[in-house]
């Protein structure tokens, strides 16, 4: 026998073989993995367990208390169904262990009278219910499971349309792990170095595969856990630490003056005090423009932390040198902001003039974005090319193949959710030079510091974690009313909804609440200050959003805000439009702004003090605080009222958050722990989506130890050369053309 055969088979081995070599994956079957992407062996053994079924410490029908959430291991004794009200199909499976019987509700459902036939065996996991004296639940979670000798039996996420069965699932995995580890199989590699294994203790792969699938104790699982987890984190890490080392190896950057005349002539006009977060940010960004290494930092800071300043300190670093600086923003309303305020912050400063004998001429920022006229266009185009420009504020019209800077140093990118990572290279590669411009982005989003990690591995962090002095905190209300103004309280009842959600108000009070908020608006109108209230979100279709919010206008016109001047934006309004009515808002010739989320990022009218949100249940919390961030920008107390209807506690956990707290990361902490990591990484890039079993929210100090790790690691062998079988496990889980640009370099 060589050598060769009797080696531990790899991952990447196993990805290599179909699921139709299983015994039991006929066409049908691989069509239905196939729809969930699982296509061979490797996403097979990753498709992990969701959860498990202890019998050791299972309870018994007769043992269930009421109100009180379990799971139990039943099977069928009989089903049925029939319409009900409203022509909704009910079932009522009647369902037994050795010790009684109780009954299954399910509304809607009709699929599952055949489903739970009799004789199956299923886990039911639901609160329980008495009616007329009998254990009940209603929709409770249903899985089907097959061999029920083990004592603990692991539940696979499972697809009723597809015909897919967690024992399938089971039974398939179980193939694969009799055929791959002893004493049948060659054994499963483990490429994780050995001191890594040591110094956290782990089980080995194998075990740590058989342990996750067909654990003996609930202990086993911890422990295969714990190691997989690991493994994920650490692949992602390691991918991230060298394409972050392979940037800073190959670009050759500039060593930019940090100290120099314009940025001292800068902050000696200011009218205030940088925060001490500011400064930090400042000199953190200073020690790698001085570096002769591109810079990649994000700075992450709340809505109003004073982010701009930091960009602009940024930026006249590279113009102190003589180079110059570009800032592109997601939209033409916040470019233009931009571009004012900015102007304005640097009126007055001049710089060397190497082309004159006067020596000196003002500092010249331009805007360049789809609305330039081909005049001004040509112009500032040229301007940019020969150095006279010295800052470019623009949208995606900034990274256009005609745009060419002489000599770009600096490049800032705001608001960095809405822009790709192939944007932010586009806006480097825009300099004539062979320098590559040192990059900050910045992000009014907050993400936890485990999560900046995971979604920002590549670059470094710089926060704002101080607002200015002199803020007055936004007092936020929640009114649990429709967020259709229309509508009255209590008059459509969700049947799914808790009643404990209404916070066990009358509609009396409800409704009087409505009554204080609008009296609030008004009083704030009458003593001159400003008002958004932001429409219902309607995901489905621009044209229904606008159509609602026009009705949410002409109704607040008539009765709420009568007397008062409305402004009405939504996305389908013409841009021209839309200038005139942010015009007309900013000038305080309008009263009140209604607008959908068009008003989310940027707008910064300092009189606006009150922000009412109608049917807030539809938002996420960044997007609430976001939003809210449009008031408390001036002096003024401000205020904001959540308006809406929730009908999960989820929902209304978030709406509280709110309430409890003005403070952006700890509202993204609540946010990662109600809604898991789905929407920080949502807009992760492809290429990390590694992660199946690792939570960035349970798991976060594993990522920071694998972090930690990947860092040693990639440091000591940055071609990853005397670890060859984790390069070959990074290939197998990272998009193929970003595994050879990190493994080259
Ligand atoms: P954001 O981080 O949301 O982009 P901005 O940069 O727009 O915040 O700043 C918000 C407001 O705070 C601006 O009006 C700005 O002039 C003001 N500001 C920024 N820094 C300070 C400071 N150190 N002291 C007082 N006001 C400041
Ligand atoms: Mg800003």
């Known amino acids: 026998m060589s050598g060769q055969a009797t080696q531990p088979v790899d ?35 990753t498709h992990y367990p969701r959860r498990y079924l202890d019998r050791t410490r299972e309870a018994r029908i007769a043992e269930l208390i009421e109100g009180e959430e379990a799971s139990v291991l039943v099977h069928v004794i009989e089903s049925s169904s029939r319409r009900v009200r409203g022509g909704k199909v009910m079932v009522n499976v009647v369902v037994g262990d050795d010790s009684g019987t109780m009954r299954l509700t399910f509304f809607n459902q009709a699929w599952r009278e055949r489903q739970l036939s009799p004789g199956r065996h299923a886990v039911i996991y639901g609160r329980i219910e008495t009616f007329r004296g009998r254990r009940q639940m209603t929709n409770p979670v249903v899985d089907l499971v097959g061999d029920k000798t083990g004592r603990i039996i692991p539940v696979y996420p499972q697809s009723e349309k597809a015909g897919l069965h967690s024992w399938d699932v089971a039974e398939w995995v179980a193939e694969i792990l009799r055929r791959t580890l002893p004493p049948r199989g060659r054994g499963l590699a483990d490429p994780l170095p050995p001191h890594l294994l040591d110094e956290h203790d782990f089980i080995t792969r194998e075990a ?21 987890v690991f493994d994920e984190l650490f692949r992602l890490q390691l991918a991230l630490v060298l394409r972050k080392r392979a940037i800073e190896r190959t670009a050759i950057g500039l060593a930019h003056t940090v100290d120099g005349p314009l940025l001292d002539a800068f902050t000696a006009t200011l009218p205030f005090e940088l925060t001490g977060a500011q400064r930090r940010a400042i000199d953190e960004i200073g020690v790698d423009l001085a570096k002769p290494i591109p810079m990649h930092r994000l700075l992450q800071g709340d809505v109003g932390a004073g982010k701009t300043l930091v960009a602009v300190a940024t930026m006249l670093a590279a113009v102190d040198g003589g180079h110059q600086a570009a800032l592109m923003a997601p939209t033409e309303v916040l470019a233009e902001q931009h571009h004012a305020g900015i102007s304005r912050l640097l009126d007055g400063l001049t710089v060397e003039d190497r082309g004159s004998l006067l020596a000196e001429r003002p500092l010249r920022v331009e805007l360049l974005s789809n609305r330039v006229g081909a005049a001004d266009r040509k112009r500032i185009l040229s301007g940019l090319l020969t150095g006279e420009v010295d800052i470019a504020i623009g949208t995606h019209a900034l990274i256009q193949d005609n745009v060419l800077f002489g000599s770009l140093g ?93 916070a066990g108000l009358e509609v009396a009070e409800i409704e009087s609440r409505l009554e204080t908020m609008w009296d609030e608006v008004r009083g704030q109108l009458d003593e001159g200050r400003q008002v958004y209230v932001v429409c219902p979100l309607i995901d489905e279709s621009e044209k229904l959003e606008a159509a609602s919010a026009e009705s949410v206008f002409e109704r607040l016109s008539a009765v709420e805000l009568d007397g008062y001047r409305l402004g009405l934006l939504h996305g389908r309004v013409t841009p021209a439009e839309k200038d005139q009515t942010m015009e007309l808002f900013r000038a305080a010739n309008l009263d009140v702004l209604v607008a959908t989320t068009v008003i989310e990022v940027g707008v910064d009218v300092p009189n606006a003090t009150v922000m009412v949100i109608l049917d807030a249940g539809r938002f996420g919390i960044a997007q609430l605080h976001q939003l809210r961030g449009r008031v408390g ?23 509280q958050a709110l309430v409890d707290s003005t403070d952006g990361f700890e509202l993204a902490e609540v946010d990662l722990d109600l809604r898991g990591e789905g929407t920080i990484l949502g807009e992760r890039q492809k290429g990390r989506n590694d992660l ?20 040693d690691l990639v440091d000591a062998d940055p071609g990853l050369e005397v670890h060859p079988a984790l390069a070959a496990e990074l290939s197998l889980f990272l998009d193929p053309d970003d595994a050879e640009f990190l493994l080259k370099g």
């Open 11 to 45: 991952l990447g081995r196993l990805s290599q073989l179909s699921v139709t070599e299983l015994r039991g994956v006929g066409e049908k079957k691989a069509a239905a993995l196939a729809k969930g992407e699982i296509e061979n062996l490797l996403d097979l053994l």
């Open 208 to 228: 740590a595969f058989a342990g996750i699938h067909q654990p003996e104790s609930m202990e086993e699982v911890f422990e295969a856990r714990r190691r997989l």
């Open 410 to 502: 600096v490049v800032v990118i705001d608001e960095q959710h809405r822009f790709g990572v192939e944007q932010r290279a586009a806006l480097r590669d825009r300099s004539y030079g062979d320098a590559v411009p040192d990059l900050l982005v910045m992000t009014a989003t907050p993400i936890p510091r485990t999560a900046a990690m995971t979604v920002y591995g590549d670059l470094d962090v710089s926060v704002l974690d101080e607002l200015p002095p002199g803020r007055t905190p936004i007092v936020t209300s929640w009114v649990p009313a429709p967020g259709n103004l229309d509508q009255a309280p209590g008059e459509v009842v969700d049947p799914d909804a808790d009643p404990d959600l209404f």
């Open 633 to 655: 920008r001036g002096a003024h107390r401000s205020s904001c009222w959540l308006v809406g209807e929730v009908t999960t506690v989820d929902g209304a956990a978030r709406l």
């Open 692 to 711: 199946k079993l690792a939570s960035l929210r349970r798991d976060r100090e594993t990522v920071a130890a694998a972090r930690l790790a990947a860092i």
